[in-house]
């Protein structure tokens, strides 16, 4: 099959697909209702597959244009080499290097290159040139020098939009390392600022014998939104550092940037005890839920009735269970993957320290997910019932002549400015670097979480 036909599958496929959304959507509105939870997450389902293959037909015809152009290109070649003479200068063939990144460097690398450039006042593409001159990644996105960047300049903020390499390869580094990374394709995305009805009661009805009165009854609901709200660091670095930074400096702004993001969403996503602070940051989609009580066996059976009882917690609230997954930490998830039953065998073979499957359900391990006195963070979630607005990426700016407050914990704001002893930044050859990404997520109903905190132990000897 050749890319033409591919491409045909390809849409042949999405407009089957396209068709069920449709489908899916008009039996709702022919019964005047909203989408149940079956309907939902197929939805959510179908739709995830028409981006990719959205995505997949994006790249393959880029690709057929590309084959187009060489196949031009060689025409006009072959043209102009049947008119001239054959000579050594014209056989004269060179191997392009293109340098392989790991994920993230190139993100440190147009950090780097950029405030270089402004402290030198060198040209962007020069500054590239000099430190990097194998990587074409980098020369590609820094097309020429620009005093401010913005969407309509195709050579820099527009072809950060349309392409977005380096900022794209940044998030691709932190995503997989974080627990909200990893699970955020099972939640139900929702865009800020909009308006959602959520039922917390059903109507009722009953028995009416001839004659008597007919009952009337009500059911309530909850209005509730996702607003966009920060998580946010700030790091300073001297220019000394800077410019004897090595390879080695460049992976460590990327490790650092995605650690200290990372950990702040992770941290208050897993964390029960993270309660929500108004228009500010949200709190763990776990707080405010009650833990659940383990039956207090660590072993085997005791697991297999901790993970019942969860279970139960679900289907007692008559949720169904398409789209649960469990979120663990590290030192349950290694627990399980090593215990062993009466004869010897793994207990559960499905499980690894990093993941797996367990009673069915997809595993997601971080170990942002809480251990203390009373056990490791262990809990059923169902992915549909949780709401997550995300614009995904990240704000990255680098400044000079900022002033900075140098605490960690500053207690000044804009509405209420109070005085401050600040650093200059120009005045002390420093760099100042700002990191921000929004995001917010919310539960629907309490139900959508069942959680406990074990000591499953895959040491306890099996009698």
């Excluded at 990327?254 to 964390?271: H, K, N, P």
């Excluded at 949780?386 to 680098?398: A, H, K, S, W, Y």
């Excluded at 200059?424 to 990404?437: I, K």
């Amino acid at each position: 099959m050749n890319i033409a036909q591919q491409i045909a599958a390809l849409e042949a496929t999405r407009k089957e697909k396209a068709a069920r959304l449709e489908e899916i959507t008009q039996k709702s509105i022919d019964e005047a209702r909203s989408l149940d939870d079956a309907e939902a997450q197929e939805f959510d389902s179908v739709e995830l597959e028409v981006k990719r293959l959205d995505d997949d037909l994006a790249r393959f015809r880029k690709l057929l244009a590309m084959q187009a152009d060489n196949a031009k290109s060689v025409e006009t070649e072959g043209k102009k080499a049947a008119a001239q003479p054959l000579s050594f200068k014209s056989l004269d063939v060179r191997a392009k290097h293109n340098e392989k990144l790991e994920p993230g460097v190139g993100m440190a690398r147009f950090a780097r290159v950029k405030l270089l450039s402004h402290i030198d006042a060198e040209p962007v593409d020069k500054v590239a040139k000099s430190l990097y001159p194998h990587d074409e990644g980098l020369q590609t996105v820094i097309k020429a020098p620009v005093d401010a960047a913005h969407t309509q300049d195709a050579n820099w903020a527009g072809n950060l939009i349309n392409e977005g390499s380096m900022f794209a390869d940044f998030v691709e580094f932190l995503r997989p390392r974080t627990l909200l990374g990893q699970i955020e394709g099972q939640l139900r995305r929702l865009p800020f600022d909009t308006p959602v009805l959520i039922q917390n009661s059903g109507a009722t009805a009953n028995w009416v014998a001839e004659g008597d009165a007919k009952p009337v009854t009500k059911w309530s609901w909850t209005r509730t939104k996702l607003a966009p709200l920060k998580v946010a660091a700030i790091a300073a670095a001297t220019e000394e550092q800077l410019r004897r930074a090595s390879v080695a400096a460049d992976m460590l702004f990327r490790d650092e940037l995605a650690r200290a993001v990372g950990s702040t969403i992770d941290t208050t996503f897993a964390d029960p005890s993270v309660a929500a602070v108004a228009d500010e940051s949200p709190g763990s989609i776990f707080n405010g839920v009650t833990g659940l009580t383990p039956n207090g066996d660590t072993g085997i059976i005791g697991v297999r009735c901790d993970i019942a009882e969860m279970l139960n917690a679900h289907n007692d609230a008559n949720l169904n269970f398409d789209g649960m997954f469990w979120v663990m930490s590290g030192r349950n998830a290694i627990a399980l993957s090593q215990m062993t039953n009466e004869i010897g065998n793994m207990a559960y073979p499905t499980v690894t320290p990093t993941g797996g499957t367990l009673a069915g359900f997809p595993v997601y391990v971080s170990n942002y997910a809480p251990t203390d006195s009373t056990g490791s963070f262990v809990a059923l979630v169902k992915g549909s019932e949780i709401f997550i607005g995300d614009e995904g990426g990240f704000d990255v700016r680098v400044s000079r002549e900022a002033s900075l407050l140098m605490d960690n914990a500053p207690n000044m704001n804009s509405t209420t400015p109070t005085g401050a002893s600040l650093v200059s930044l120009w005045q002390t050859n420093s760099v100042g670097f700002l990191v921000e990404r929004y995001i917010n997520w919310a539960r629907r109903r309490d139900a959508a979480v069942a959680w406990m905190n074990v000591a499953w132990d895959a040491c306890e000897v099996v009698s």
